[in-house]
């Protein structure tokens, strides 16, 4: 099993909403990652966590909250997001964590998500 | 930090062309990554090359890692429909970083 799975895959969400994103993984894979990505350009790193703790944060402003529950589980909680916050959000992870950035990544099919 | 410079950013052409696209940097790159992320999907691993001058081939799709490690190249031929999408190359950048490409978005015509 090679899937990472992502829900819900579309998110419309008003300016004052809290709303969350989930990934999930069932490889065994320690470190897991947030991306955005702007349409047809690459995605952009938000955090990376490894062995469940927060090893990366690319300076995202704090209405994202990032939540590694277990070594399965991502959330991303999101609050009081702007209109340029509308973006595909992928999840994605890889197998040691140590030196995640050397690894392949494992990608989901993303949440699309439109900030009203 | 280490940039990834793909050309063309965009390509479209008849099916059964030839293509090539280039991921180049300034910087020497431990490996090299290609993706293809098809419309509304997450980017999948079509390949990694770690030796200098390593050809692979996927079916149509040949890469080529050059032999100073600072490019790539990915060359498809007889593109089809279905190689449509946004190809991106990406290797492990400065600050523990995967550093993506520009991205080079392919639309391959009937």
């Known amino acids: 099993d090679t899937e990472v799975t992502q829900t819900p895959k579309h998110l419309v969400m008003g300016m004052t909403n809290k709303k969350s994103l989930k990934c999930e993984q069932h490889m065994g894979h320690r470190a897991m990652y947030w991306y955005k990505q702007k349409a047809k350009k690459p995605p952009e790193l938000m955090f990376v966590?490894?062995?469940?703790?927060?090893?990366i944060n690319e300076s995202v402003p704090s209405r994202f909250s990032p939540e590694c529950p277990n070594s399965s589980l991502l959330n991303l909680h999101l609050h009081a997001l702007q209109p340029e916050d509308s973006a595909l959000y992928l999840c994605?992870?890889?197998?040691?964590?140590?030196?995640?950035?050397?690894?392949?990544?494992?990608f989901g099919p993303g949440t699309r998500l439109l900030v009203l | 930090t280490q940039l990834l410079e793909q050309s063309p950013q965009f390509l479209s052409i008849q099916e059964g062309e030839n293509l090539t696209v280039y991921c180049n940097s300034s910087?020497?790159?431990?490996?090299l990554q290609w993706y293809r992320q098809e419309p509304g999907e997450g980017p999948v691993l079509l390949v990694t090359v770690v030796t200098g001058g390593e050809v692979k081939k996927l079916k149509r799709l040949t890469f080529q890692f050059g032999d100073a490690r600072k490019d790539s190249s990915l060359h498809i031929t007889a593109a089809q429909p279905g190689d449509t999408g946004l190809y991106l190359c990406?290797?492990?950048?400065?600050?523990?970083?995967?550093?993506f490409g520009t991205g080079t978005q392919l639309k391959v015509e009937l």
């Open positions: 990406a290797g492990p950048g400065g600050g523990n970083k995967l550093t």
């Open positions: 994605a992870s890889s197998q040691e964590g140590q030196m995640w950035y050397q690894e392949t990544q494992y």
């Open positions: 966590y490894s062995y469940e703790k927060l090893s």
């Open positions: 910087s020497v790159f431990s490996s």
